[in-house]
């Protein structure tokens, strides 16, 4: 019985220690983003980042939502990452808004090229 016993608290002990810390952060950019472009843009950047499990963004409110194993990844390197292709990020406070800025892509809104 001591045997089956020690065995649990080990099989425990290492599913504790390898557990993840799986957490939410949710971002803004500057500039806005503006089309598909954009969007993938971010996605395809972030996605290279350890750690990172799932990236979403949203033209519409100017969300850039990541999940992410912050034993892996610091939050701050996920908000520097954005300066290597051409953003910059912030946290968004609890129940911000962001306002859409006018902008302009040639084709259609969706799929295509930003105005630089």
């Not at 806005?32 to 980042?49: A, S, Y």
């Not at 409110?61 to 292709?85: C, H, M, P, R, W």
């Amino acid at each position: 019985m001591r045997k089956i016993l020690m065995m649990l608290l080990l099989v425990m002990t290492a599913a504790t220690m390898t557990a993840k810390d799986i957490r939410t952060l949710v971002l803004t950019t500057t500039p806005q983003m503006h089309c598909k472009n954009c969007e993938n843009r971010v996605k395809n950047n972030l996605k290279t980042i350890k750690g990172i499990k799932a990236v979403e963004t949203s033209v519409a409110d100017q969300t850039v939502t990541i999940q992410y194993n912050a034993k892996k990844v610091s939050e701050e390197t996920l908000i520097n990452a954005f300066s290597g292709f051409g953003f910059t990020a912030r946290k968004l406070a609890k129940g911000e808004v962001i306002q859409k800025e006018a902008h302009e892509c040639e084709g259609d809104a969706e799929g295509g090229e930003c105005k630089e």
